[in-house]
């Protein structure tokens, strides 16, 4: 009879640490995140942006167009795979799509590709569009950052070609350059989203990720280069971001012996360099997989921004093409920050190398 009391108490004790943790989690995560977030909002509230005059100014390019956000697994039959997952540069039929988007989806990483099929494409849109769950949104790195910017106080110019209907997403205050043409028919981009350990047939996600997939014939040339360069004398930027360039991945470029990839990639380093130095710049970078796009960043781009923008996969990427010249199709979804932090380093020092090779007036700093 003695041990009852000890048991009861027990038992009601594991109870109390059951709850804690199934029902108090977040709040526990929350109290010890809270002076974290308490302290950057008193650093905001320390550093707010100028005014007028002091006013800092920011312009972005290239591109824009419409996201349509879709499940993937609600969009896609795991039935409909042939084979086994595989990697394809290029997307021009149903079958290669399957296979690539399983072949990215069980590894849980992120993706993104051209489909050379545009009736394909189309179709694939249509089915998208039937799904109750589907959705739209303003795409592309530089109109997604341009309007992060302006909530934050900036004076922002837009380089994008962009229709009237999309330019109602942006706020009017942005200036955007890019086209005269407000009737030109806007490119989509498919985001095919999935959760972590989603299942597709056989195959489980890792993590959460998205793959996406586009027919664009617009951005990948940055049509909104020219425009964007006229406008920068006058508007004088703080700060000049590059984007957009994974829009050029295994697209078909070269014609009659003539590369306009690489004659593009020579138009933005030359806007680059048209910038005084006080007016720093930035490069976004994206999921790349074409090794020869890889290469001509290296030489065209990197040398000559003060900083660059990635996460931890496209990080991977990119210090394997800087040290060894190869490409990792998929890196580790979940990397150790150990890793993480090591190939950082590596990647600094190696564009740091870049800087002085190419004898650029910048340097890498961020």
């Known amino acids: 009879m003695a041990g009852a009391p000890v048991k009861l108490g027990s038992i009601l004790s594991f109870c109390i640490v059951l709850y804690a943790v199934l029902y108090r989690k977040d709040n526990f995560e929350d109290l010890r995140l809270s002076p974290v977030k308490q302290h950057l909002l008193y650093l905001e509230n320390e550093n707010k942006v100028g005014a007028g005059i002091r006013q800092p100014k920011v312009a972005l390019g290239y591109g824009a167009c419409h996201d349509l956000f879709v499940n993937a697994t609600s969009l896609l039959n795991p039935k409909d ?41 189309d179709e694939l849109v249509e089915e998208s569009l039937k799904l109750p769950d589907s959705r739209w949104a303003i795409g592309g790195n530089a109109p997604l950052m341009a309007k992060r910017f302006h909530m934050e106080g900036w004076k ?24 005269e043409d407000e009737e030109i028919r806007d490119d989509v981009h498919m985001i095919l989203e999935y959760k972590a350990d989603e299942k597709f047939g056989p195959y489980k996600s890792p993590r959460a990720n998205r793959y996406i997939m586009h027919n664009d014939e617009n951005n990948p040339l940055l049509t909104s280069l020219e425009m964007l360069g006229e406008h920068l004398p006058k508007f004088n930027p703080n700060l000049l971001v590059i984007s957009g360039l994974q829009m050029m991945d295994n697209f078909p470029f070269k014609q009659e012996g003539r590369d306009l990839r690489e ?104």
């Open 81 to 121: 795979l042939k084979g086994s997952p595989e990697h394809f540069n290029e997307i021009s039929s149903k079958e290669e799509f399957l296979k690539s988007f399983t072949y990215f989806f069980k590894h849980g990483a992120a993706a993104e590709r051209f489909m050379s099929n545009s009736k394909l494409y």
């Open 156 to 179: 922002v110019l837009l380089g994008a070609k962009m229709s009237k209907k999309l330019k109602t997403s942006i706020p009017s205050d942005i200036q955007i350059v890019g086209s």
């Open 263 to 366: 004659e593009r990639l020579d138009l933005v380093k030359k806007q680059i360099l048209s910038q005084p130095l006080n007016t720093l710049s930035h490069f976004e970078m994206a999921s790349y997989v074409d090794l020869e796009l890889l290469l001509h960043l290296t030489t065209k781009i990197l040398p000559y921004v003060d900083s660059v923008g990635m996460n931890e996969q496209e990080l991977s990427n990119l210090n394997s093409v800087l040290e060894y010249g190869k490409v990792i199709v998929v890196t580790d979804s979940n990397p150790r920050v150990a890793t993480t932090l090591d190939q950082l380093r590596k990647t600094f020092q190696l564009i740091r190398q870049k800087n002085k090779d190419y004898g650029s007036k910048r340097k890498l700093t961020r």
